[in-house]
């Protein structure tokens, strides 16, 4: 456990020193409140909540998140630091799992810094703030199940851009596994369990679930069980590529 | 100790090491050498548990380290080669990094750390990002992280490359400086490194092990072992080299320029000749005076040509350039 925490520290003490930690904060709150306030139309709707905030939670994460995880593995690769940290006396697991946590915890901190909107919903009316917390821990908590996939990716190639731009397929790919337009194509000729399954693994439905003040059981369960997934997909592929950079 | 046997490793249809064994104790500074692509760095990959290998096994003071990594991993070690670090952290962020994975904490770390900033003398750029410094510097980052935690057993992929004579220097002396009771592997193809350093030779080539000697075993090798190298005015070389090759107890006689309007002939001996005294006696006798008289211990260069490419080439490659020193000899 201890390695664990040397090696979040390592890592989130790097976002900052490369300058990312910055660019990526200033990026997301300025994006973040662009598309509440213009797009979202916070004002005109005349609604004490934050969901024209949140909703447009997955696709900020669908071009963010990619450009913090692209490096996690792709990095260590190029630069050779992969063998220094695997012959390090640390396992595997806690290197990937120290890794994702560090950029999870960034995208907290990010998040999190986005409190002016809630002090702002909160002077101008009387919002539901057990929904906007269920909220935020869902947004949190997608912005995982992105990093963790982007962890994976990035342990595929050695290429950054490559990452990034898997990563933002793949998400893209979950995101809109929910929508109507994905569903309806598939409810035409697919069998009814088939796309069940597909609404069940979208980003937006749970997200949506969420967003609605109830965060059940069931919405935890799947980020917290597709986050692992991914990163066990991290271990196979770290495992699998590790001899190629020799 | 170390026990590395039957071990093997293939990428795809490519053998990389084939059939590796061999075993070091305590006290033991290994020089490990072959060509690029021998598959040395791929062995001390495997060694320090980065690779796994295809086939066999290698236990580092008791622990298997394919199924104990960890255990084994905490008693090594390890610059890889060209010394990748985190090039965005401070020289000092990283060893804090390095010495907290190893379990230092609290005063136990800022002593280490101080320990081996002062034998690597990094004392002047701790607050420096790694990616600004020299090349010489990156190195002993390296090796600093490598000792922070004095292990037992000490892996170091081409240490010295790139690093200017002085630096090398430093290097060599703390090798040396480790106590006694360490296990060193050192893979490099500056050769003069093994007989600095070393104490044990394995060369291999294209993965088989081809030579497990002590390096003076290794000089001796050598077909220059024992041959005597005779430095003359021009003027006085063809004559000479001449009258010598006559000699009974002289087998062949190799030419080769040297400084301006010099040259060496390089004497080999008959079976069980002492050729030095007996061509020392022989010059006095002729009242030649040379520029310069040597006895060959052996050259290792040599040595390490004949295990890697084969015994022909090198003949054939040295009776190429006999013919080629005679010819501008002669001139």
């Known amino acids: 456990m201890s390695h664990l925490r040397t090696i979040v520290r390592r890592e989130l003490s790097s976002y900052f020193s490369t300058h990312i930690a910055y660019v990526f904060i200033l990026i997301f709150l300025m994006l973040s409140s662009a598309f509440t306030f213009y797009l979202g139309g916070f004002y005109e709707r005349g609604q004490a909540d934050l969901s024209p905030f949140f909703n447009f939670h997955p696709w900020l994460y669908l071009f963010l998140v990619p450009a913090l995880s692209m490096r996690l593995w792709a990095e260590e690769r190029k630069s050779g630091s992969i063998e220094l940290l695997l012959t390090l006396p640390i396992t595997l697991s806690e290197a990937i799992l120290g890794k994702f946590l560090a950029a999870w915890t960034f995208t907290g901190l990010a998040l999190s810094l986005t409190f002016p909107v809630w002090l702002t919903v909160n002077y101008l009316g009387d919002p539901d703030n057990g929904a906007i917390l269920a909220s935020y821990l869902g947004s949190w908590l997608m912005a995982g199940g992105f990093l963790a996939i982007g962890s994976c990716m990035s342990a595929l190639s050695k290429s950054q851009v490559i990452a990034f731009i898997l990563t933002g397929l793949i998400c893209l790919l979950f995101v809109l596994a929910g929508y109507p337009m994905v569903l309806d194509l598939f409810g035409s000729w697919?069998?009814?369990?088939?796309?069940?399954?597909?609404?069940?693994?979208?980003?937006?439905?749970?997200?949506?679930?969420?967003?609605?003040?109830?965060?059940?059981?069931?919405?935890?369960?799947?980020?917290?069980?597709?986050?692992f997934a991914w990163l066990w997909a991290t271990l196979i592929v770290v495992e699998m590529k590790r001899g190629e950079s020799a | 100790m170390i026990r590395v046997s039957g071990l093997e490793k293939t990428f795809g249809e490519k053998t990389i090491i084939n059939n590796l064994s061999f075993s070091l104790v305590a006290g033991e500074i290994l020089g490990?050498?072959?060509?690029?692509?021998?598959?040395?760095?791929?062995?001390?990959?495997?060694?320090?548990?980065?690779?796994?290998?295809?086939?066999?096994?290698?236990?580092?003071?008791?622990?298997?380290?394919?199924?104990?990594?960890?255990?084994?991993?905490?008693?090594?070690?390890?610059?890889?080669?060209?010394?990748?670090?985190?090039?965005?952290?401070?020289?000092?962020?990283?060893?804090?990094?390095?010495?907290?994975?190893?379990?230092?904490?609290?005063?136990?770390r800022r002593d280490r750390i101080t320990d081996v900033v002062r034998k690597m003398s990094l004392q002047e750029v701790l607050t420096q990002k790694i990616e600004t410094l020299s090349k010489g510097f990156k190195r002993r980052?390296?090796?600093?992280?490598?000792?922070?935690?004095?292990?037992?057993?000490?892996?170091?992929?081409?240490?010295?490359?790139?690093?200017?004579?002085?630096?090398?220097?430093?290097?060599?002396?703390?090798?040396?400086?480790?106590?006694?009771?360490?296990?060193?592997?050192?893979?490099t193809h500056i050769l003069e490194e093994v007989t600095a350093v070393c104490n044990r030779?394995?060369?291999?080539?294209?993965?088989?092990?081809?030579?497990?000697?002590?390096?003076?075993?290794?000089?001796?090798?050598?077909?220059?072992?024992?041959?005597?190298?005779?430095?003359?005015?021009?003027?006085?070389?063809?004559?000479?080299?001449?009258?010598?090759?006559?000699?009974?107890?002289?087998?062949?006689?190799?030419?080769?320029?040297?400084?301006?309007?010099?040259?060496?002939?390089?004497?080999?001996?008959?079976?069980?000749?002492?050729?030095?005294?007996?061509?020392?006696?022989?010059?006095?006798?002729?009242?030649?005076?040379?520029?310069?008289?040597?006895?060959?211990?052996?050259?290792?260069?040599?040595?390490?040509?004949?295990?890697?490419?084969?015994?022909?080439?090198?003949?054939?490659?040295?009776?190429?350039?006999?013919?080629?020193?005679?010819?501008?000899?002669?001139?």
């Not at chain 2, 008693?75 to 080669?81: A, D, S």
Request: charged share 20%; glycine share 8%.
């Open chain 2, 32 to 108: 490990f050498l072959g060509p690029n692509g021998a598959g040395k760095s791929t062995t001390m990959k495997i060694l320090t548990g980065f690779l796994k290998p295809s086939a066999g096994s290698v236990s580092i003071l008791g622990h298997d380290v394919l199924t104990d990594p960890v255990a084994a991993q905490k008693q090594m070690g390890y610059l890889p080669e060209g010394a990748p670090a985190y090039e965005e952290m401070t020289v000092l962020a990283f060893l804090e990094f390095i010495a907290e994975i190893r379990g230092f904490t609290g005063q136990q």
């Open chain 2, 141 to 187: 980052v390296g090796l600093a992280q490598a000792i922070i935690h004095d292990p037992a057993v000490l892996i170091l992929d081409e240490p010295t490359d790139g690093l200017d004579p002085n630096q090398k220097q430093q290097v060599r002396a703390l090798i040396h400086s480790l106590s006694k009771d360490k296990i060193v592997i050192i893979s």
């Open chain 1, 190 to 227: 697919a069998p009814q369990m088939l796309v069940d399954a597909m609404a069940n693994l979208s980003f937006l439905t749970h997200f949506a679930s969420i967003t609605k003040g109830v965060l059940s059981f069931q919405d935890l369960l799947f980020f917290l069980s597709f986050i």
């Open chain 2, 201 to 331: 030779v394995i060369i291999i080539s294209e993965g088989q092990m081809v030579a497990d000697c002590s390096p003076s075993a290794l000089e001796q090798e050598s077909r220059y072992h024992g041959a005597v190298t005779i430095r003359l005015d021009n003027a006085l070389c063809e004559s000479v080299s001449q009258s010598i090759r006559a000699l009974a107890e002289v087998d062949s006689v190799e030419v080769a320029s040297a400084l301006v309007g010099t040259s060496d002939l390089t004497v080999f001996g008959k079976q069980g000749v002492e050729l030095y005294p007996y061509l020392n006696r022989y010059l006095t006798q002729q009242e030649l005076v040379p520029l310069g008289l040597f006895q060959e211990k052996g050259r290792l260069d040599d040595v390490f040509r004949r295990f890697t490419v084969g015994q022909q080439t090198v003949a054939e490659e040295a009776a190429m350039q006999g013919s080629v020193a005679d010819k501008e000899a002669a001139l």
